[in-house]
């Protein structure tokens, strides 16, 4: 069936930027991982238990890329493998998502700094992922929306201003 080629040429393609994505997600979450620590309303420990929960969604996507990483295994079912492929994707976005929602900073200029990171990974995940529309979104989605809601939630009206550059910046 050709659906089943499609399939498996996305699924082909998102499970190659399963090694390069770990390395664009795990590394900026480290830093601003180490960068906040002490400087975040929330215990220091939530700020690693959030880094942790980053390293086992990059660790489910590993697990899925091991697993069909055989070629014939790929083509056996591809659509099931496209779709696990898609939900590691979305675990992966819901945990930069966390970030803004529990972990936000008070000091703006951190604020700017977790925005500028998150937009960072968020449009470098877009371009890993664009071979499948449904996993760009599934990715930017979560983290846009729980970033713009906490930057224009913000009293701070740099930040607020910085909420709306954010909408942009995702809508586009």
Not at 33 to 42: H, K, M, N, S, T
Not at 52 to 65: G, N, P
Not at 162 to 167: D, E, H, Q, V
């Amino acid at each position: 069936l050709a659906t089943d080629d499609i399939a498996a040429d996305q699924a082909k393609l998102l499970l190659n930027s399963i090694p390069v994505g770990f390395a664009g997600s795990v590394i900026p979450a480290g830093v601003v991982a180490w960068v906040l620590r002490g400087q975040v309303p929330a215990p220091t420990l939530w700020l690693w238990i959030w880094f942790v929960c980053m390293v086992l969604a990059q660790s489910a996507r590993l697990a899925v890329w091991f697993a069909a990483r055989p070629e014939a295994e790929l083509r056996r079912n591809p659509h099931r493998w496209l779709f696990r492929l898609r939900m590691t994707v979305l675990m992966l976005g819901s945990s930069w998502a966390l970030l803004p929602l529990l972990l936000f900073p008070v000091s703006p200029l951190d604020g700017l700094f977790v925005a500028t990171v998150i937009a960072a990974v968020c449009g470098a995940g877009v371009a890993q992922q664009s071979s499948d529309a449904p996993s760009a979104l599934f990715f930017m989605l979560p983290s846009a929306v729980s970033l713009s809601v906490r930057l224009l939630l913000s009293p701070d009206p740099t930040l607020q201003a910085s909420g709306y550059l954010a909408i942009m910046y995702f809508a586009y």
